[in-house]
């Protein structure tokens, strides 16, 4: 991955049994090309739809935060 100097950055993952440590990994690594995690979630695959939106809701309120 290239430089990501600050960058906002949004990260998930899906999973049909247990994430483990899948999103502590791909934080560590984008933290170290730079990125700002401003939002993290784990989606069990046959979750409800509505858990997605409230993670983009949030994902775009604390980006919005993080700009200002």
């Given at each position: 991955?290239?430089?990501l100097d600050?960058?906002?950055?949004?990260?998930?993952?899906t999973y049909a049994f247990n994430p483990r440590?899948?999103?502590n990994?791909?934080?560590?690594?984008l933290?170290?090309?730079?990125a700002?995690?401003?939002?993290?979630q784990a989606f069990q695959r046959n979750q409800?739809?509505?858990?997605?939106?409230?993670?983009v809701a949030y994902t775009i309120k604390?980006?919005?935060e993080s700009v200002h």
């Amino acid at each position: 991955l290239p430089s990501l100097d600050n960058k906002p950055v949004a990260l998930f993952c899906t999973y049909a049994f247990n994430p483990r440590q899948s999103l502590n990994t791909l934080k560590h690594m984008l933290e170290e090309k730079g990125a700002h995690i401003i939002a993290q979630q784990a989606f069990q695959r046959n979750q409800s739809m509505s858990d997605v939106q409230s993670f983009v809701a949030y994902t775009i309120k604390s980006y919005q935060e993080s700009v200002h």
